[in-house]
């Protein structure tokens, strides 16, 4: 039995927000390089993993969904903790305290502070809920087959 192609849609919409994020915001890959590198490691394992899924290679199904399902999961976790710990603004600018909610503000301001911008905030919104909606799916299908 075939993987619904419907369920597709949110990983392939969160490697375009994640591919967006990697380009365009200059922020993180400025003072959070280590961050930036751990967003290309989550998009590019991604991409195996729906390439594999796609391609059925090496692997049953239920084994690229249960992959992917904690592929999201975890990345979903790490995401939060990250923006509720100040992200890696804290480090750089010691004058930062973990209070200030820097890393909500720089995720979620949608342009409304110094930290964000709209299409930082909305990517980042999207990569968040894709991988939310993408991981628990996921694993609800691997544990029905």
Not at 18 to 32: A, T, V
Not at 41 to 63: A, D, P, Q, Y
Not at 84 to 102: E, M, R, V, W
């Amino acid at each position: 039995m075939s993987l619904p192609k419907l369920l597709y849609m949110p990983i392939a919409i969160e490697i375009i927000a994640g591919l967006y994020l990697l380009l365009f915001d200059k922020l993180l890959f400025s003072m959070g390089l280590l961050h930036w590198f751990g967003l290309l490691l989550f998009i590019l394992l991604n991409m195996i993993l729906l390439l594999g899924s796609i391609g059925k290679l090496r692997g049953t199904e239920r084994t690229y969904m249960g992959l992917m399902s904690g592929v999201n999961i975890l990345g979903f976790i790490l995401f939060v903790l990250d923006a509720a710990l100040g992200l890696p603004f804290t480090k750089f600018n010691p004058g930062i305290s973990l209070n200030s909610n820097i890393g909500w503000s720089y995720l979620f301001g949608f342009g409304t502070n110094a930290v964000s911008s709209f299409g930082t905030s909305l990517g980042f919104t999207v990569l968040l809920l894709t991988a939310l909606i993408s991981g628990i799916s996921f694993a609800y299908l691997s544990r029905k087959r």
